[in-house]
């Protein structure tokens, strides 16, 4: 009975898994086109699935090893079933290991029944809640049948009425066990994650992302160039098919844990953005439908009820964002749920499914922007100030160097070349930073280090145009700052604020003339004082006896994977250094990254209130900060009544403060003459 | 721009947009009066808004007009005219043959001659009424538009005006919408060969950057943040003067003409 029964099913289960998946296919392949490495792809899945994608998972051990058990049982008892129940072949060890591999995955389901029993309100419940279930069914079924075929259970127990019964019922066990891990795997179920983050391993949209962790590198962070020469495609991404194949196949594999969830800074202020839920709105977007289906947290609406499920829909050539035109318009998602985004990659970082949360935002703002003229907030201000005065904040752009009138800061265009270009960044127009530029010029020239700075040849890099979706204006400054830059010999460029370190560094090098490349490293400042202090060039006075706390900004942390540096300088500066408890990768975002600051989304709270709070559980004096951004964020949180200001400093700050300037110890400046090597940085 | 409605023509609106320039930096962009122009005219209902420029082409004004095709249109009509050239014969023959209902245009250009009396002079030689400083278009029937003009302190005042007319705006129109990349690059011109006629006093002038002039500096002599408040928001002090009232256009027209003998305007 059971001779016939199960190797009907599991061929029957194998066939509709395969029918599925053709099906899955057809809608990834709707996507535009992406080159990818077809066959090296493939090769390298698995070291990406036990590498880096374990890398991600083993960060929660117990999930981890419950993950381990429970799919690698899987993985070994499908296939031995397959041998052993479809082709019959029981012979020898194979029905053993496949009662050591369905026992493993029990073992391992039972983990995942405990984790079930009360999920984190960040796990989506709906269908995955019958997942444990589906797993015990699964292995305790396969385990029971291939009882007799070892010779433990009478391969005749099945005879007789009774025995029938009995039959009938395993064979359901197994069958409701196939359903679920083969049939569901291709046809949307919880099990979806598998097959297509399988895929998305192989043909990921950024592949270099997996190299370089190989070799101690950082992954790849940068955003992809939009190819404007192209005047037929639409700009950006206004509907599901829009998307690269490999993204659309991206989204599939959402495992829906939620981890994106718990860290994304948007969704802890109660601003309407949710990144599992968007990934999951793409999913629905790009299947058709409504988003009714979805059983996690939904997006907040700003301190009130969270937006309810199933008002939204979508279809593969449908709008994302609803027209302004259509009153009261719903689409896939809402525009305020993608301008939410301060690009802090916290979700990306989290995702043990490698999907690129990010990449999608910025492409889907890139329409808003470039195709509807509808960035939000003062965006459009903004964008306006970029194109007409190379700066956010249209200011005149002769005036670059107001701040420094007194600095005498040697020209690029005078000098021609010198050992670092000391990139100033649109830092230079607020008053705040500007005492930080000025605490950095100190600091230089303690160390006698030989720098020059471009003026009012400098222009915004070109972060925000590009996170606020405007990439032509972006590509405008890059195009323009390269040439600049190319016109002068330097060895390093060295600046203060992580988005034009990030940018320079990471996103100039699609926008280089053929035949050119960058050719010098940049630095966040911070690296380059502990090279400083390293080198013995930079002398410090240790006994600066104060409790501070370092808040990681996201593009020198997670975009550029520079945690160490700043630390050092601070044991060097000889301050008792108190972490927080996200800190490092797990840093939370100031929120003053990707143009949050511009558009303004309203939430239950402020994003940067929220950071000072851990900040103030530290119960440190000082919080030390390596970006203008941050820095403006944090100054701007006004403390709880009763609590002491908590003072932000950048570390260039600290460490300008605390140079040793006994004339035994310093080095002679290479520009003895200038009074302000040694003049006070006002603070 | 807009589907038309079956049961009534579609107004057709034109708005005369120029080559802008920015205050800080003098690169060439959409003007901002000119553009508010474009928004009052896209706010209006069943209007069939035709952009409409005059003047030389350029690789820098290419792309400061592009800026008014990223506000949503598909094409602009360009009458090319060379550098130094008086556009106003060429605007109103052009005007005077696809016959608008509305014409849009900005105060003043922020380039060139500047002198804000385009629109002046062709409601002249059109014979068309011309109404300036314009917040608003309230409504349009049967050939009479409902007008709110802008006056100073946030003051309105609402005019009838029939149709076709010319008007202007101010900084009290609405905030044009953000000018898209997409549309503006796959916006057309279509260019079209109007009269030239050389603007010979032009020619004879002499152009030179203004100086900044030294701002005067308004003294507030107040006590109290009352006074200060009084003197900030108190109307300008307007000597002199008479309202008149229930006179005939005659006995209007009259008291005019003294006005601007007694300040030698005319003489």
Request: charged share 20%.
């Amino acid at each position: 009975m059971l001779d016939i029964l199960l190797p009907t099913l599991i061929f029957a289960a194998l066939a509709l898994a395969a029918l599925g998946a053709w099906r899955r296919v057809r809608l990834w392949r709707r996507g535009r086109a992406s080159k990818v490495a077809f066959l090296r792809g493939l090769a390298a899945m698995p070291r990406r699935y036990l590498v880096d994608l374990h890398h991600v998972v083993a960060r929660d051990k117990v999930m981890a090893n419950t993950h381990v058990a429970t799919a690698g049982g899987f993985v070994a008892a499908l296939g031995l079933a397959v041998i052993v129940h479809g082709l019959g072949l029981a012979e020898g060890m194979l029905g053993w290991l496949l009662l050591a591999a369905s026992a493993t995955m029990f073992a391992g389901s039972l983990f995942v029944v405990r984790r079930r029993r009360n999920p984190p309100a960040r796990l989506s419940k709906g269908p995955w809640m019958r997942l444990p279930k589906s797993l015990m069914a699964f292995s305790l079924g396969i385990f029971v049948v291939t009882l007799p075929a070892v010779g433990v259970l009478p391969s005749g127990f099945s005879q007789g009425v009774g025995g029938w019964l009995v039959a009938l019922l395993l064979a359901g066990v197994v069958a409701w066990g196939l359903a679920e891990l083969v049939v569901g795997m291709t046809w949307g179920g919880p099990m979806k994650h598998a097959f297509a983050g399988a895929l998305h391993l192989a043909f990921h949209r950024r592949p270099e992302r997996f190299a370089d962790t190989q070799h101690g590198g950082y992954p790849s962070t940068g955003l992809k160039a939009l190819d404007l020469d192209d005047t037929e495609a639409p700009l950006g991404v206004g509907q599901p098919t829009d998307f690269t194949w490999n993204q659309l196949l991206g989204f599939d594999a959402c495992v829906q844990c939620g981890r994106c969830e718990a860290v994304c800074p948007a969704f802890a202020a109660g601003q309407p953005l949710n990144p599992k839920k968007l990934i999951q709105d793409m999913v629905v977007g790009m299947a058709g439908g409504s988003d009714a289906g979805y059983a996690g947290s939904p997006y907040p609406s700003q301190g009130l009820e969270d937006r309810p499920v199933g008002e939204h829909q979508g279809s593969p050539h449908g709008p994302i964002v609803a027209p302004a035109s259509t009153k009261d318009g719903k689409a896939l998602v809402d525009a305020e749920t993608l301008w939410s985004c301060t690009t802090c990659r916290a979700c990306v970082e989290e995702c043990p499914m490698m999907i690129e949360h990010v990449d999608a935002i910025v492409d889907m703002r890139r329409h808003l922007t470039l195709e509807d003229g509808a960035t939000p907030g003062k965006g459009a201000e903004v964008i306006d100030n970029l194109i007409a005065t190379d700066n956010p904040g249209g200011f005149d752009p002769g005036g670059r160097l107001n701040w420094a009138a007194d600095l005498e800061l040697p020209l690029m265009a005078d000098v021609e070349r010198a050992e670092v270009l000391l990139w100033l960044g649109d830092g230079v127009f607020d008053m705040r930073n500007q005492r930080t530029l000025r605490a950095l010029v100190k600091v230089l020239r303690a160390a006698g280090v030989d720098f020059a700075v471009l003026g009012n040849e400098e222009r915004d890099s070109g972060d925000v145009a590009r996170r606020l979706g405007d990439e032509a204006t972006f590509q405008s400054l890059a195009r323009r700052n390269i040439a600049t830059l190319s016109q002068y010999r330097f060895e390093c460029i060295v600046t203060c604020d992580p988005h034009s370190f990030h940018v320079l560094k990471n996103e100039y090098g699609a926008f280089y003339p053929p035949g050119q490349e960058s050719s010098y490293p940049v630095w966040h400042h911070s690296t380059f004082i502990n090279q400083l202090i390293e080198s013995g060039r930079l002398r410090l006075a240790p006994g600066q006896a104060s409790r501070v706390t370092y808040h990681d900004p996201c593009y020198l942390g997670r975009y550029n994977g520079e945690y160490e540096a700043p630390r050092a300088v601070l044991k060097a500066l000889g301050v008792e250094l108190v972490e927080m408890q996200r800190s490092g990768y797990r840093s939370r975002c100031c929120g003053g990254g990707g143009g949050a600051p511009i558009t303004d989304v309203p939430g239950k709270q402020r994003i940067p209130d929220m950071r000072m709070g851990d900040v103030r559980e530290t119960q440190a004096e000082q919080v030390v900060v390596g970006c203008p951004q941050c820095t403006a964020m944090f100054e701007g949180v006004v403390p709880p009544t009763g609590d002491e200001e908590v003072a932000v400093k950048d570390i260039a700050e600290m460490v300008a403060v605390a140079l040793d300037t006994t004339p035994a110890a310093t080095l002679a400046p290479r520009d003895a003459s200038t009074p302000q090597a040694t003049e006070e940085v006002m603070s | 721009m807009q589907p038309e409605v079956t049961t009534m023509p579609a107004l057709e609106v034109t708005v005369l947009v120029s080559v802008g320039r920015h205050p800080l930096t003098g690169r060439a962009r959409r003007a901002d009066q000119d553009a508010r122009g474009v928004e009052l005219a896209r706010s209006l209902t069943d209007a069939e808004v035709r952009l409409l420029h005059a003047g030389e082409r350029d690789v820098s004004s290419d792309a400061a007009l592009r800026g008014y095709l990223g506000m949503g249109f598909t094409e602009l009509s360009l009458l090319e005219q060379p550098e130094g050239a008086d556009v106003l014969p060429a605007l109103a023959e052009i005007l005077d043959e696809t016959s608008p209902q509305l014409v849009i245009t900005g105060e003043r250009a922020e380039r060139g001659e500047g002198s804000g009396l385009l629109p002046y002079l062709l409601a002249e030689r059109l014979g068309w009424p011309l109404v300036s400083g314009l917040a608003a278009v309230e409504s349009v029937e049967d050939g009479v538009a409902t007008l709110l003009q802008a006056l100073p302190r946030g003051q309105r005042r609402r005019l009838k005006v029939r149709l076709p007319a010319i008007v202007t705006v101010d900084n009290a129109a609405p905030t044009p919408r953000q000018s898209a990349y997409g549309p503006a690059r796959r916006g057309t011109f279509e260019t079209t060969a109007g009269p030239v006629s050389d603007d010979e006093e032009w020619a004879a002038w002499q152009v030179q950057p203004a100086r900044q002039r030294p701002k005067r500096l308004k003294i507030v002599k107040a006590a109290s943040a009352r006074d200060r408040f009084k003197a900030a928001a108190a109307k300008a002090e307007g000597g002199g003067g008479q309202v008149l009232t229930d006179v005939t256009p005659e006995q209007g027209a009259e008291a005019i003409l003294t006005l601007l003998r007694e300040e030698d305007v005319l003489r």
